[in-house]
C-alpha cells in the first residue's frame, strides 16, 4: 500500500483558492488517487479521482504530474463551508484498495 | 455518486452489552466493505475489511471476538460489539466499494457514534 503524506494543516480565506498537496513515493502502476472531504462527526465524503495529468469536476481539480509521485487538489474559491480534514488515498481500484488513511490536511478556512 | 448508509446514528449502551451497526449499500452491490473507528481529531483507523459470503479479515490489534462482522449479502455489513466496554466509545465507519461505473470509488456511510456508559 502506498504511504501517503500531506500537511497537518492549512488555514485560508474565503474566495482564495487552496491546494492541498499528497506525496505518494511508492505508488503502484494500477493505482488510482482519490481525495476525501471529511466534515467532524461524518463519513469522509468522495472528492475527485484520478490517475494522470489533470481531473477536474464541479468542486475541485486534482493535478497529477507524470511521475505519479504526487498529487495536488485544488479547490477554488473556498468558502467557510470547506472547513473540514481532507484525506488523499492510493490504491488500486481493481485490486482491493484496501483503504489506509494517513493523518489528513485539517483545513481552517477564514472569513 | 453510489450511496452507503448506516444505522443507527448514535446508540447509547451499558457496560457489558452488545450492540449492532448495520451498514448498507442502497443503490449498489457491495462485495467488499469496510469498518473503521475514529477517536476524536485522529484519522479514521480500518478495523477489517468486511467480505460477503466468508470471514472478514482483521486489522492487526483488533480483537475479532470483540468486534464480530457479517457481511451476509451483497447490500448489508453489520459490526457487533460484543460485551462493550467504555473504551470502545468511538466513532465507526463503514464503507462499501461502489459499482465499476463509479470507477470502484470506495464510498463512506455516515457514521455512527458509540457511547458505552
Known amino acids: 500500500l502506498a504511504k501517503t503524506t500531506q500537511p497537518i494543516s492549512m488555514d485560508s480565506y474565503e474566495g482564495q483558492e487552496v491546494n492541498i498537496t499528497c506525496s505518494h513515493n511508492?505508488?503502484?502502476?494500477?493505482?488510482?488517487i482519490t481525495w476525501y472531504q471529511q466534515f467532524p462527526s461524518q463519513g469522509p465524503r468522495f472528492i475527485i479521482q484520478?490517475?494522470?495529468t489533470k481531473v477536474t469536476n464541479e468542486v475541485a481539480s486534482l493535478f497529477i504530474p507524470a511521475d505519479r509521485k504526487s498529487s495536488t487538489l485544488s479547490l477554488p474559491r473556498v468558502s467557510l463551508s470547506d472547513t473540514a480534514v481532507y484525506y488523499c488515498l492510493v490504491g488500486d481500484p481493481e485490486g482491493g484498495f484496501k483503504t489506509i488513511f494517513g493523518a489528513g490536511t485539517r483545513l481552517f478556512v477564514k472569513a | 455518486g453510489a450511496v452507503v448508509s448506516q444505522h443507527p446514528s448514535r446508540v447509547i449502551c451499558k457496560s457489558g452489552t452488545s450492540v449492532k451497526i448495520e451498514c448498507r449499500s442502497l443503490d449498489f452491490q457491495a462485495t467488499t466493505m469496510f469498518w473503521y473507528r475514529q477517536f476524536p481529531k485522529q484519522s479514521l483507523m480500518l478495523m477489517a475489511t468486511?467480505?460477503?459470503?466468508?470471514?472478514?479479515?482483521?486489522e492487526q490489534g483488533v480483537e475479532k471476538d470483540k468486534f464480530l462482522i457479517n457481511h451476509a449479502s451483497l447490500t448489508l455489513s453489520t459490526l457487533t460489539v460484543t460485551s462493550a466496554h467504555p473504551e470502545d466509545s468511538s466513532f465507526y465507519i463503514c464503507?462499501?466499494?461502489?459499482?465499476?461505473?463509479?470507477?470502484?470509488?470506495?464510498?463512506f456511510g455516515e457514521g455512527s457514534w458509540l457511547t458505552v456508559v
Open positions: 484520478g490517475y494522470k
Open positions: 464503507s462499501a466499494r461502489g459499482p465499476k461505473r463509479s470507477g470502484n470509488t470506495i464510498y
Open positions: 468486511s467480505n460477503e459470503g466468508s470471514k472478514a479479515t482483521y
Open positions: 511508492n505508488i503502484a502502476t494500477n493505482d488510482y
